[in-house]
């Protein structure tokens, strides 16, 4: 298993940033070092002054092309990603894109004229999708036809399976692999009041009351992030539950928009933005609620690790939040899309008898653990393998992320 050697192609890869993707394919890749593989991770350079060649929690991260800042840079951007691979490719078992958009197509055209292995991933939801993303230009609909003919493809869902089905790819070569779950640190009110004031240390935006819960949110400030209904509601919601702290951590273009609003507010005293955490232990540890105000974030790495954690959590209703939760969703308190008094009343839902809301979060977590993220990095393994003809060899065991 130790010469299984995977070359992993990416846009970014942040996720000391709290990036939701990057975070994903980071906990992947330390599942598939601690299981014997030696992943590289490729990512674009976005300043000059970054090094080419470094070490992310053990995983070499090369970065050869400055990433593109304009459709006018990405051929500058692809050819040079292009060459960099076509050097690299034979000292590698086999590639990997994270998604299949321009770089997906590049491993697939690279990996072919080496005479290894391509597999790609179908990323992204809605209007964020590939699919979605394959609509909107002549060059990315060229993407997509390539990306079409590479070995494999990993679909994590059944909605991304069927979109692959719909645009031609056969059956034979779509590999349904799910994100897993994984299980959150031991929570004991010790554990608790630690990571409390461990995190306050810090930044003391984050000192909580004694008798005070925290609500968590990771979603990005962006436009497509759905922060901002959130954020409409969030003086309404305080003013009834005084002792709430909030905590919108990640960043984003509107972070100065919604800083602005909440003082206006008088609120912004009990609303924290401490920017974006790369381990998420601690705020798991630290936090009481959590809410996923719109699929198109935090579906592939954070809000997993919340179901992990069993902790009480206001969800959007769509039909990927439904599908990642499967049966589960019935239990879950949602909210429709584009609502904000929804969210309000989800949150006061979860508030109104919390030691309820805990005990249905601790099912659902329960649930949600027979899918776990060591049976995903195990599925990854065992498709790699079987592409590249490498043995696996070793007892299966449970990867726990570094993150």
């Given at each position: ?66 990433a593109p800042r304009s459709e006018w840079s990405m051929p500058r951007y692809t050819r040079a990603l292009t060459n960099w691979l076509r050097e690299q490719a034979p000292a590698f078992d086999l590639l990997y894109a994270d998604a299949m958009r321009e770089e997906g197509a590049m491993v697939v055209e690279v990996a072919r004229r080496a005479g290894v292995p391509s597999v790609l991933r179908y990323a ?196 990927e939040t439904r599908r990642l939760l499967a049966e589960s969703f019935s239990q879950a308190v949602s909210f429709p899309p584009d609502h904000p008094a929804a969210i309000r009343d989800a949150l006061e839902t979860l508030l109104s008898d919390y030691p309820q809301s805990q005990k249905t979060a601790r099912h659902i977590r329960q649930t949600a653990l027979q899918h776990s993220f060591g049976e995903s ?27």
């Amino acid at each position: 298993m130790g010469g299984l050697r995977t070359l992993m192609v990416t846009r970014r890869y942040w996720p000391q940033m709290g990036d939701d993707a990057a975070c994903r394919l980071a906990t992947l890749a330390a599942g598939l070092r601690r299981r014997g593989a030696r992943p590289h991770i490729v990512a674009a350079r976005y300043a000059a002054s970054w090094p080419k060649d470094l070490s992310v929690r053990e995983t070499p991260v090369h970065r050869p092309a400055p990433a593109p800042r304009s459709e006018w840079s990405m051929p500058r951007y692809t050819r040079a990603l292009t060459n960099w691979l076509r050097e690299q490719a034979p000292a590698f078992d086999l590639l990997y894109a994270d998604a299949m958009r321009e770089e997906g197509a590049m491993v697939v055209e690279v990996a072919r004229r080496a005479g290894v292995p391509s597999v790609l991933r179908y990323a992204g939801v809605g209007d964020c999708s590939d699919d979605a993303w394959w609509a909107t230009s002549r060059a990315a609909k060229r993407c997509m036809g390539v990306c079409l003919k590479a070995d494999a493809v990993i679909a994590t869902r059944a909605s991304a399976e069927q979109t692959l089905l719909s645009a031609g790819l056969s059956r034979s070569r779509i590999h349904r692999i799910d994100d897993g779950f994984v299980p959150g640190p031991p929570n004991d009110p010790a554990a608790r009041a630690a990571a409390r004031k461990a995190l306050a240390n810090v930044n003391s935006d984050l000192f909580v009351p004694v008798d005070g819960k925290v609500l968590l949110t990771t979603n990005r400030m962006v436009a497509e992030g759905g922060l901002g209904d959130l954020v409409k509601v969030l003086p309404e919601l305080l003013e009834r539950h005084p002792q709430l702290r909030v905590w919108l951590t990640n960043d984003g273009e509107l972070r100065d928009d919604f800083f602005e609003y909440l003082r206006g507010c008088g609120v912004r005293s009990l609303v924290s933005m401490p920017g974006s955490f790369g381990a998420v232990d601690e705020l798991l540890l630290a936090s009481d609620l959590y809410v996923l105000p719109r699929d198109t974030d935090g579906l592939e790495y954070y809000f997993p690790r919340i179901v992990g954690a069993g902790i009480p959590a206001a969800v959007v209703d769509t039909v990927e939040t439904r599908r990642l939760l499967a049966e589960s969703f019935s239990q879950a308190v949602s909210f429709p899309p584009d609502h904000p008094a929804a969210i309000r009343d989800a949150l006061e839902t979860l508030l109104s008898d919390y030691p309820q809301s805990q005990k249905t979060a601790r099912h659902i977590r329960q649930t949600a653990l027979q899918h776990s993220f060591g049976e995903s990095v195990e599925q990854h393994l065992r498709l790699f393998c079987r592409l590249t003809g490498k043995t696996l060899t070793g007892n299966s065991m449970t990867a726990e992320p570094l993150l």
